[in-house]
């Protein structure tokens, strides 16, 4: 699942528990991830639209993409492991509110 707001997207990820490994931003292992599941099993990361620590781009059109890396060991990258690329489309958001009914005071 995909959680888009105005600075940040989280991705909230399921995963086999106990879950010992991490989830974080490919190229940034050590500036963006997450640790720990819920007992539901799912991992959520925040990533932020701007600056670079996390590898966030904007592709100009209103979407953001980024990848991130589910780990299952919490050092060894395996081939079982996946990468997984997430995306925030916010023309789509800004068409929907266009749309919406025009308010006059009084």
Request: glycine share 10%; charged share 25%; with cysteine.
């Amino acid at each position: 699942k995909m959680q888009c707001d105005s600075t940040s997207m989280t991705a909230i990820l399921r995963v086999s528990t106990p879950f010992r490994g991490r989830v974080y931003a490919l190229g940034h292992p050590h500036d963006c991830y997450a640790l720990t599941a819920g007992g539901n099993g799912e991992i959520a990361i925040t990533l932020p639209l701007h600056g670079r620590n996390c590898g966030t781009k904007n592709l100009g059109n209103g979407t953001f993409i980024n990848n991130i890396v589910v780990q299952h060991h919490p050092v060894v990258l395996k081939n079982s492991d996946r990468r997984v690329e997430v995306a925030c489309d916010y023309d789509e958001i800004k068409r929907r509110l266009r749309t919406g009914k025009e308010v006059e005071e009084g």
